[in-house]
Nanobody, 120 residues
Framework: QVQLVESGGGLVQPGGSLRLSCVAS????????MGWYRQAPGRERELVAV???????NYVDSVKGRFTISRDNAEKSVYLQMNSLKPEDTAVYYC??????????????WGRGTLVTVSS
């Protein structure tokens, strides 16, 4: 019953910026950690950024200083501001959330993904 829906992907030139959004909907009690993963062609899915319920963030080294993850608990949303984009950032970006259900169990969910292409 829980859905994560990403938006904001697209084509951007190197050095440009994009802001990805993810909104959680459905029946649940709370959202714990939220994060963004990406999968480039021929590569395994990797963690890009994660944000805990108290706002603590972690990033993969390759995006530090360029990407910023944030969340809006009232809107049940997580965002990824991507600046100074490089061709190697090209990937399908997936939203991820660890969600607490009313029965007090945590379940991990994935969005369908949004494509980010960085190219001239």
């Amino acid at each position: 019953q829980v859905q994560l829906v990403e938006s904001g992907g697209g084509l951007v030139q190197p050095g440009g910026s994009l802001r990805l959004s993810c909104v959680a909907s459905g029946n649940f009690l709370d959202i714990d950690t939220m994060g963004w993963y990406r999968q480039a062609p021929g590569r395994e899915r990797e963690l890009v950024a994660v944000i805990s319920s108290d706002g603590t963030t972690n990033y993969v080294d390759s995006v530090k200083g360029r990407f910023t993850i944030s969340r809006d608990n009232a809107e049940k949303s997580v965002y990824l501001q991507m600046n100074s984009l490089k061709p190697e950032d090209t990937a399908v970006y997936y939203c991820n959330a660890n969600i607490l259900h009313y029965v007090r169990t945590y379940v991990n969910y994935w969005g369908r993904g949004t494509l980010v292409t960085v190219s001239s």
